[in-house]
């Protein structure tokens, strides 16, 4: 691109900070609520978007203990293909994938499916108690237990998770009282020493409310692919405690189990369904959930399925009454099994996934805050894509925020966007970078470079337990999340150059305005004073420039062909470098395939800085120059999908380049975004430069020994 001279530039800036647009402030006529979709398109959306209708989606839909591959699941897929056929949407399907334990889909080997009829615990000695009872409580029976019908002692082994834990103590035949993960727990008792099963008090995610709610039973899971399973049941924390106590003052316990389940073959059941596009069928916008989970699973994630069910409904209606535009590109729902369906999908419909330019995923989005804790977080993609579709998210999220916030204050209700049934409450929700944890994390998957809007709550003090109940969802904040969605998703679908243009600028003003926090990050490193701090100062500022010129360049994908939006976001990455010239000096640019790449010019150290140190400088570049190689990707899929971990199957015990990398700050998303970033034209050091600069310091070594297990197990080669 053409340099232009420096005070050009600094007044071009002036001029872009002061024209770009902000959210609910006039931008052009017609647009004061947004600079994405027109006042009359907002307002059409807040009016048909209803959050009783999604409650009422999430109260049918807890009635399903929705295990994958099971039966459950099966029924509440139906009746939400059901649903979307009465609501007029196109191609409304049920596919089923085999998943039977041993039918692979990338990286994922399925897991079988399960079944469960009865399940009852009783202690019979010196009580006669009912503990647990299938029919009442669905997660009284943890997933993959297998049938029995054992009278046993009960013995505390406390967390069970160790050797230590089992010192001293024969649990042979006996049922175990444990509190680790239950799987790591069956796997030490039962399958090592002989328990006959597991009594689990198993604590939810953690949180700042961990242990307060004594009362809630966690769903539990043992491997799906371990076809000698005993059984475990779930009990709270509460009652474990009264059997703790007992058991320690030297009370015998003797428990009756009787369960019958089975593992056996089952199928991933996938519901889709689409709005067709106007002109550009063959490009698509998708939106995503997951529809799994135990029962009751209200927040997660009966909200999440039924968000998206009520943007297929609210979209469907206000197109056919002429008060939306039909989109250009085509907007896809998919309500698949966790993941595990997610990916089923992709490697099924591999041309489908060539078509997905964008997703929205919806995965717990309708917590009442008041009751669970929940923080709606609107989430941006892995800094490995840089995309406008944050910019657009942030819009929509923005002008939710705003208008609860001015209506609780009791300023104008006009953009409160209100449900008759819910609160008046403000919407307690931010905007935040990369998380993992959901179906998001396959979407934007190195193999397929999907940018997504990722809308969570979290924390949810209910999450995975018997009390994630339609009770705490506020129809209101169902409402709020489900419009973010619907206005991301369809403004995504509808654009053209015009929407683009706009939208560049949106982009362009969250990228200045980030200009000086950068800058100061990328001087808080270098201020160490050593060589190796300059080098990571100079890696974060090019990083930076870099990644903000490809979020704007990426609008030009909703109108590839228009030369003036090439020539408008021309001059805004030049704009941006400009800003970056102005303050730290030379910057040059160059092409690499679909990349521009920003390097700094390297200053000599002055005088009195620190000399590197010799050890950080030998682990900074290994022996052999590997780090100069590049890496090349041979393997299409992610390497740890629900529960199936495809490094760890094959790389015979040797795990210690994971286990380095993932006991660091973010380590599952390092793990995550250092394959994300194979591209064939990266080094492993650029790639290293890449991750330092995006989440924080990592060493050269640790990439490389990562990237050379990748290559031992046969997931990429190294060239060079």
């Not at 998206?308 to 409904?313: Q, T, Y």
């Not at 008759?420 to 993992?436: C, H, N, Q, R, Y």
């Not at 790389?651 to 006991?663: F, H, K, T």
Request: hydrophobic share 40%; glycine share 6%.
């Amino acid at each position: 691109m053409k340099r232009t001279a420096l005070a050009f530039i600094l007044s071009a800036l002036l001029i872009q900070s002061f024209a770009a647009p902000v959210v609910g402030q006039p931008s052009e006529a017609g647009y004061t609520k947004t600079s994405l979709l027109s006042d009359k398109e907002i307002t059409a959306l807040a009016a048909e978007i209803n959050g009783v209708i999604a409650k009422d989606t999430i109260t049918e839909l807890a009635r399903y203990h929705r295990v994958q591959a099971s039966s459950g699941f099966s029924q509440a897929a139906q009746f939400v293909a059901s649903k979307a056929k009465d609501y007029g949407l196109d191609q409304v399907q049920i596919e089923r994938f085999p998943a039977d334990g041993h039918k692979t889909y990338y990286t994922l080997k399925s897991t079988p499916g399960w079944e469960a009829e009865r399940a009852e615990l009783w202690e019979v000695e010196p009580r006669k108690t009912r503990i647990a009872d299938w029919e009442e409580m669905r997660v009284a029976l943890a997933d993959y237990s297998q049938s029995a019908d054992i009278t046993a002692a009960l013995v505390d082994v406390g967390a069970g998770v160790s050797a230590k834990d089992y010192e001293g103590k024969d649990v042979k035949g006996r049922i175990v009282l444990a509190g680790g993960g239950v799987a790591a727990v069956h796997k030490l008792a039962c399958d090592d020493r002989g328990a006959a099963g597991v009594l689990s008090y198993q604590q939810n995610q953690v949180t700042g409310w961990s242990g307060d709610y004594v009362d809630n039973v966690r769903w539990g899971h043992l491997s799906p692919y371990n076809a000698d399973n005993k059984f475990a049941f779930m009990i709270s924390l509460r009652r474990a405690r009264e059997y703790q106590a007992r058991l320690a003052s030297g009370e015998q316990i003797t428990l009756h189990a009787i369960v019958k389940a089975e593992i056996k073959p089952g199928s991933y059941d996938v519901v889709s369904a689409v709005i067709p596009g106007s002109d550009l069928a063959g490009e698509e916008i998708v939106f995503s959930c997951h529809l799994c989970h135990q029962k009751p699973g209200a927040n997660d994630n009966a909200s999440g399925a039924a968000a998206i069910l009520e943007v297929a409904r609210a979209l469907t209606t206000l197109i056919r009454r002429g008060e939306l535009e039909r989109p250009h590109r085509t907007i896809r729902f998919i309500w698949p099994p966790e993941i595990n369906g997610t990916l089923a999908y992709f490697a099924e419909h591999p041309e489908i996934v060539k078509r997905m330019k964008a997703a929205v995923h919806c995965d717990m989005v309708g917590g009442n805050y008041a009751i669970t804790k929940s923080v709606l977080h609107v989430t941006h993609t892995p800094a490995s894509i840089p995309s406008c579709v944050n910019a657009v998210a942030d819009s929509f999220a923005e002008y939710a925020i705003s208008g609860a916030l001015k209506a609780a204050s009791g300023a104008s209700p006009e953009d409160a966007l209100v449900s008759p049934e819910g609160s008046k409450d403000s919407l307690v929700a931010d905007i935040t970078p990369f998380e993992m944890g959901s179906d998001h994390d396959i979407y934007q998957e190195g193999s397929f470079r999907i940018p997504t809007i990722y809308l969570r709550d979290w924390p949810d003090v209910f999450i995975h337990t018997n009390n994630d109940t339609p009770a705490n969802i506020d129809s209101t904040k169902m409402k709020r999340s489900t419009f973010i969605a619907a206005a991301s998703g369809y403004f995504l679908a509808r654009a053209g150059s015009r929407e683009a243009a706009r939208l560049a600028d949106e982009v362009f003003g969250q990228a200045l305005a980030r200009v000086p926090r950068e800058k100061e990050k990328a001087r808080a490193v270098e201020a160490a004073g050593t060589q190796e701090a300059a080098d990571q100062a100079r890696s974060i500022i090019a990083h930076s420039v870099e990644s903000e010129a490809e979020a704007i360049s990426s609008v030009l994908q909703f109108a590839p062909n228009d030369k003036n939006l090439q020539t408008k976001v021309e001059g805004l990455v030049d704009q941006l470098s400009g800003a970056w010239l102005l303050m730290t000096g030379k910057l040059t640019e160059q092409r690499k395939g679909n990349r521009i790449v920003f390097t700094l010019e390297q200053k000599e150290p002055s005088k009195d800085s620190k000399p590197r140190n010799p050890k950080d400088a030998a682990r900074a570049r290994p022996a052999g120059a590997d780090f100069k190689r590049v890496p090349v990707r041979k393997v299409t899929g992610p390497m740890n999908v629900y529960y199936y971990d495809y490094v760890a199957e094959r790389a015979n015990g040797d795990l210690r380049a994971v286990e380095r990398i993932a006991s660091m700050p973010r380590g599952e998303i390092l793990l995550y975004e250092i394959l994300n970033l194979v591209d064939g034209q990266r080094s492993v050091q650029a790639i290293r430069d890449f991750i330092t600069a995006a989440y924080g310091p990592i060493a050269v070594e640790d990439v490389t020994e990562y990237l050379k297990l990748l290559e031992k197990i046969g997931v990429v080669r190294m060239e060079g």
